[in-house]
């Protein structure tokens, strides 16, 4: 279609007659009809027809967010910084994944020129911690935990203030670019990370950045699983795929939007995790933030 029969299409919904039609019209068409809508929105002082296009908008959006999600789950989901960035543009549509990895990018190159040629694990986390924690100042949100704002990575590097999830992410996002076996670990209630060699003369640990990258030991985390009266499982101690690591980011996003009252966003959350789970499940609702 050119650009005038975009227009006078985008036109018809002024006509409550065929309005319904005319907006099926436009949702066949797709994203790319999203700039004329949002110039229609500007030209109208209806705010009916204003809400309208706000909602035809996001329709288009979401839809457009749940292909490319798809797409990111069929391709191995191995890439992380673009399976958080999808659910980042949920609540920001232009949030652009190159801002993001200079971002990262900045970080792994402040830690990069404090690491040394055979540095011990230790003194590798030490590095990190210095980096996020102490010339960053990352930390833990706590004074507005469940806003939506934590699980989103472009608001987290920004305020520099998230949940235990989204820390993880950065401080491993930074770690894989360093090449440092920094893995992320399904801890109930709590997200981790491990860092764990082949070499056994190295013993696994974990590493807490809701606490500003405290250590801990396996013990530790034992006794923090007795403590929620859980059954040991192997999955609180073993590192967890990309792919997990998106599913708890949304449903963390979704338990914040159940919160904050707004069951449309919390529902629409639950549909992108359903494309990840391949299932959508009501029975699955998430029980605590993390």
Same mark, same amino acid.
């Given at each position: ?96 994944l ?42 833990a949100?706590?004074?507005n935990?469940?806003s ?12 520099? #203030? =998230?949940?235990? /999830?989204?820390?993880?992410? *950065?401080?491993?996002l $930074? %770690? !894989?670019?360093?090449?440092? +076996? ?25 590493i807490?950045?809701?606490? #500003? =990258?405290?250590? /801990?030991?396996?013990?530790? *985390?034992?006794?923090? $699983? %007795? !403590?929620?009266?859980?059954? +040991? ?32 966003k ?25």
């Amino acid at each position: 279609m050119t650009n005038k029969e975009i227009k006078a299409l985008i036109s018809l919904l002024d006509d409550p007659e065929v309005a319904p039609q005319i907006q099926e019209k436009i949702q066949t068409l797709g994203e790319s009809l999203i700039p004329f809508l949002e110039e229609s929105w500007e030209e109208t002082l209806d705010s009916q027809q204003q809400q309208r296009l706000e909602d035809l908008i996001h329709r288009l959006q979401f839809e457009g967010l749940q292909q490319r999600l798809r797409v990111w789950r069929d391709s191995g989901s191995e890439n992380l910084i673009e399976g958080m960035w999808l659910l980042n543009s949920y609540q920001y549509p232009d949030a652009d994944l190159q801002v993001l990895n200079r971002a990262i990018e900045q970080l792994r190159f402040e830690v990069w020129t404090l690491l040394k040629p055979e540095m011990h694990p230790a003194d590798q986390v030490q590095a990190l911690n210095y980096v996020l924690f102490k010339m960053h100042k990352f930390a833990a949100n706590t004074q507005n935990f469940h806003s939506p704002a934590n699980s989103m990575l472009q608001r987290v590097l920004e305020t520099r #203030r =998230g949940n235990p /999830l989204t820390l993880c992410v *950065i401080y491993l996002l $930074v %770690a !894989q670019r360093l090449n440092l +076996p920094i893995y992320g670990v399904n801890l109930p209630n709590l997200f981790v990370l491990t860092y764990r060699l082949d070499d056994l003369d190295v013993e696994p640990f974990y590493i807490n950045c809701y606490n #500003r =990258g405290l250590v /801990l030991s396996r013990t530790d *985390i034992e006794h923090y $699983v %007795a !403590q929620l009266n859980l059954t +040991p499982n192997d999955i609180f101690y073993e590192p967890c795929s990309h792919i997990d690591i998106v599913r708890r980011a949304l449903r963390n996003l979704q338990l914040s939007f159940e919160k904050l009252q707004e069951p449309a966003k919390a529902a629409e959350v639950n549909k992108l995790l359903a494309i990840l789970t391949e299932e959508q499940s009501t029975t699955d609702a998430p029980q605590e933030e993390e």
